[in-house]
T-cell receptor
Framework: NAGVTQTPKFQVLKTGQSMTLQCAQD?????MYWYRQDPGMGLRLIYY???????DKGEVPNGYNVSRLNKREFSLRLESAAPSQTSVYFC???????????FGSGTRLTVV | DAKTTQPNSMESNEEEPVHLPCNHS???????IHWYRQLPSQGPEYVIH???SNVNNRMASLAIAEDRKSSTLILHRATLRDAAVYYC??????????????FGTGTLLAVQP
């Protein structure tokens, strides 16, 4: 099925460990986004990539890095995980200047 | 960014219409009104969007006030599968991907059988 695929779906990290969340889309979209969602809250934008080769900070970029590997893939890296980064992470993609975002099913990350 | 105001929660009965309100008194002329919903344990999904005129699609209808300071998402016949958090978001679509979707806390819709 066409859409946005995120891996892994669940992950537990110890404080200070690093990991990379993967996201891939097969809709040939230009723009990709990473959001986090904490319990009882709306989504907050971490980083986005308007097109291949470009990345920009969103509302809450501290503690994260991103890589737009190619048009399909946009990864989110936590270099030194902290308990405050326990959250559900969503990747999304959209056409440039289009209205619809397609979201993945999320990665539930727990940092202990 | 212009902000939206939505009720925290609403209840509806199955097979009845649901009207979800959204206030956006500081909307600018180029802001589109977007609605997304998030089912439990899933990512958000696009529902509908509009600028000035009322809009209909297979999922819902969007009624926009003449002064654009408020809008209403209409689910014509609620089902149990419509229980979700509904987000009303303003976005300047002419700004391209640099104008991101900024989510608030939305309205939690409960549907009773």
């Amino acid at each position: 099925n066409a859409g946005v695929t995120q891996t892994p779906k669940f992950q537990v990290l110890k404080t200070g460990q690093s990991m990379t969340l993967q996201c891939a889309q097969d809709m040939n979209h230009n723009s990709m986004y990473w959001y986090r969602q904490d319990p009882g809250m709306g989504l907050r934008l971490i980083y986005y990539s308007a097109s291949e080769g470009t990345t920009d900070k969103g509302e809450v970029p501290n503690g994260y890095n991103v890589s737009r590997l190619n048009k399909r893939e946009f990864s989110l890296r936590l270099e030194s995980a902290a308990p405050s980064q326990t959250s559900v992470y969503f990747c999304a993609s959209s056409e440039r200047d289009s209205y619809g975002y397609t979201f993945g099913s999320g990665t539930r990350l727990t940092v202990v | 960014d212009a902000k939206t105001t939505q009720p925290n929660s609403m209840e509806s009965n199955e097979e009845e219409p649901v009207h979800l309100p959204c206030n956006h008194s500081t909307i600018s002329g180029t802001d589109y009104i977007h609605w997304y919903r998030q089912l439990p344990s899933q990512g958000p999904e696009y529902v509908i969007h509009g600028l000035t005129s009322n809009v209909n699609n297979r999922m819902a209808s969007l009624a926009i006030a003449e002064d654009r300071k408020s809008s209403t998402l209409i689910l014509h016949r609620a089902t149990l599968r419509d229980a979700a958090v509904y987000y009303c978001i303003l976005r300047d679509d002419y700004g391209g991907a640099t104008n991101k979707l900024i989510f608030g806390t939305g309205t939690l819709l409960a549907v009773q059988p």
